[in-house]
Nanobody, 122 residues
Framework: QVQLVESGGGLVQAGASLRLSCAAS????????VGWFRQAPGKERDFIAR????????YYADSVKGRFTLSRDNAKKTVSLQMNNLKPEDTAVYYC???????????????WGQGTQVTVSS
């Protein structure tokens, strides 16, 4: 079993930056791929980024490519999402999740954090 907890969300103005953290527990964390998703009010949960078990491979949704950057530290059991040049449309609850395979699909992730709110004002 893997437990995940997100932190770092907040209220910022357009153009600002935030750094989200996903803290994990469990002995097998380093073997999992980690994805980030977000869910805006009244909308479905959407994929935004993923990183493989070693951190050597990252992939981003077009909506955040060039603005968001993923990294991980398996020794510390953390994954970070650096978000730059935030836009009002980035407003959502952000979730990290762990999976055994690389995926952009919600259904492929077995373990989820509770989410952290990011609000971007214009």
């Amino acid at each position: 079993q893997v437990q995940l907890v997100e932190s770092g969300g907040g209220l910022v103005q357009a153009g600002a930056s935030l750094r989200l953290s996903c803290a994990a527990s469990g002995r097998s964390f380093s073997s999992y791929n980690v994805g980030w998703f977000r869910q805006a009010p009244g909308k479905e949960r959407d994929f935004i980024a993923r990183i493989n078990w070693s951190g050597s491979s990252t992939y981003y949704a077009d909506s955040v490519k060039g603005r968001f950057t993923l990294s991980r530290d398996n020794a510390k059991k953390t994954v970070s999402l650096q978000m730059n040049n935030l836009k009002p449309e980035d407003t959502a609850v952000y979730y990290c999740a762990a999976a055994q395979k690389l995926s952009t699909r919600v259904g492929d992730y077995a373990y989820w954090g509770q989410g952290t709110q990011v609000t971007v004002s214009s």
